[in-house]
């Protein structure tokens, strides 16, 4: 599959839309290859560029628009969602980015409670043109790295779920490389566009935990 350079065009500053406090980049650097960082007003082009291109595919597995929405409208609300997850600490929603500043695609941990479990659930989705080279994989891998470190470098959870449809091969390949395992028996049905769709459950725990549960 051919590899596509996204050029972000400079775009004007939106200043209310500010993260609303620093985030750590370095947690979630993977091999100086691929970093995650949150999203950012100038990334508006190229974000676009990448969900036109990848719609049929996300459409398929995860639609990320809301009825009668444009792109435009999608990454401001996608924008917003990222900021209000830094403030409220209930999400961490960040870009995957190459070293030469191609976007790659979104990587969120969603829904981070601290009860008697720290967990969260995650999801991920990447430029359709850039399959096939493991980026979905450093990506998550990352994730879950950023997600278990201890605070206050990283999130300190104990646990990450995410869910897949059955026939997302790909996802689901992407899951147990990045160190996410199968409950056996275990679904849920999501509300994808117009309809309810099954989904397997997988679950993630840190290092010292899947080793003993081995």
């Not at 350079?5 to 947690?27: E, N």
């Not at 291109?53 to 969602?81: I, K, N, T």
Request: with cysteine; aromatic share 6%.
């Amino acid at each position: 599959m051919a590899t596509h350079r996204i050029q972000t065009p400079a775009s004007k500053a939106t200043p209310r839309l500010t993260p609303a406090r620093p985030v750590a980049v370095d947690p979630l650097t993977t091999k100086e290859l691929l970093t995650l960082r949150p999203l950012q007003e100038s990334d508006r082009d190229a974000f676009c560029e990448i969900v036109r291109a990848s719609r049929d595919l996300l459409d398929r597995f995860s639609p990320l628009h809301r009825p009668g929405e444009s792109d435009e409208e999608l990454f401001d609300r996608y924008l917003q969602m990222a900021i209000d997850g830094d403030a409220t600490g209930k999400a961490c929603r960040r870009m995957g980015v190459l070293g030469d500043g191609t976007l790659v695609g979104a990587f969120n941990l969603n829904e981070i409670t601290r009860g008697l479990t720290w967990e969260a659930d995650a999801n991920w989705w990447v430029d359709a043109r850039l399959g096939g080279r493991g980026l979905a994989t450093l990506g998550v891998r990352a994730l879950l790295r950023h997600a278990f470190d201890d605070l206050p470098a990283g999130l300190g959870l104990q646990r990450v779920t995410c869910s897949i449809m059955p026939e997302n091969a790909a996802s689901r390949r992407v899951a147990e490389k990045a160190g996410f395992r199968l409950q056996e028996g275990v679904c849920t049905h999501l509300h994808l566009g117009q309809r309810w769709v099954r989904h397997e459950v997988f679950v993630a725990a840190p290092p010292a935990v899947q080793a003993r549960s081995a």
